[in-house]
């Protein structure tokens, strides 16, 4: 029984590891596209 719960918690601990490295990797990217833009946006306004 104490096999079970651990490979569960094991399972999910590994699930949402690779979970929040995506959505952080999602986050990075998206962070460097609107400042990206931001910049675009400088420009065109002078």
């Known amino acids: 029984m104490?096999?079970?719960v651990l490979i569960?918690?094991?399972t999910l601990?590994?699930?949402l590891y690779l979970q929040a490295r995506?959505?952080?990797r999602?986050?990075?990217r998206n962070r460097d596209?609107?400042?990206?833009?931001l910049v675009i946006l400088e420009r065109?306004?002078?």
């Open 26 to 28: 999602e986050i990075r």
């Open 8 to 10: 569960a918690s094991a």
């Open 13 to 15: 601990g590994i699930v």
């Open 33 to 37: 596209r609107s400042l990206g833009s």
């Open 2 to 4: 104490i096999e079970v």
């Open 22 to 24: 995506f959505s952080a």
């Open 44 to 46: 065109s306004d002078r």
